[in-house]
């Protein structure tokens, strides 16, 4: 009998070999995400298979999740954090030995919770869990370079509503324009120091 020149593999261990393709920190990453998933339909007295869940049953879940979903001292995780268990939980529905065939970020039987996933990523934002990308603080000499510009000077209308506006924005928002809309008049008030320099506050 001629020997086989060809390996054959099971199913089972094709899919061990491509779990081996894995980091170990991905993996730990996909389990603690489902983790947070069965410990969160737990709390809610709902079966924690999601694993066998339908892609309708899944998407309900999911936006319940995202929107409700906290970390272990209760409190509202950061905006890179909850990115992290949704693609945790991506791949862990993805992977060996689940196999599912449907994306929960991009499939279109997941549009509602994926959009109650935006909504929580603002409510995030609002509460200053979002992860901002803050550029570069303006430097002394540029700043010399604006004040002396003659478009932000104080000794003409639109030099001095330049100036007021820009300093307005430099000074006092610190997140972007968040709130700006809001400000009126009374938002600010002016103090004299010690040294009775006057300061506004």
Request: proline letters at 4%.
């Amino acid at each position: 009998m001629a020997n086989k020149r060809h390996v054959e593999y099971s199913t089972e261990e094709l899919e061990a070999k491509k779990m081996l393709l894995t980091p170990a920190a991905t993996k730990r990453a996909n389990i603690n995400a489902a983790k947070s998933l069965r410990d969160f339909l737990r709390q809610k007295r709902q079966a924690v298979n999601f694993e066998d869940f339908t892609p309708e049953q899944l998407n309900e879940v999911l936006g319940h999740f995202y929107m409700g979903v906290r970390t272990e001292k209760n409190e509202l995780y950061r905006g890179k954090s909850l990115q992290a268990l949704r693609y945790g939980l991506n791949r862990y529905l993805s992977y060996p030995p689940y196999n599912k065939p449907f994306n929960i970020m991009t499939g279109s039987q997941f549009h509602s919770s994926n959009e109650l996933f935006k909504v929580a990523m603002q409510e995030l934002k609002a509460e200053g869990k979002a992860d901002v990308k803050h550029t570069p603080a303006i430097n002394q000499e540029d700043l010399k370079t604006l004040y002396a510009s003659k478009f932000m000077s104080p000794n003409t209308p639109t030099g001095l509503s330049n100036k007021v506006q820009f300093d307005v924005r430099f000074y006092f928002f610190r997140r972007g324009l968040e709130n700006f809309e809001k400000m009126t008049k009374d938002t600010f008030e002016v103090k004299i120091d010690q040294t009775t320099t006057p300061w506004i506050v």
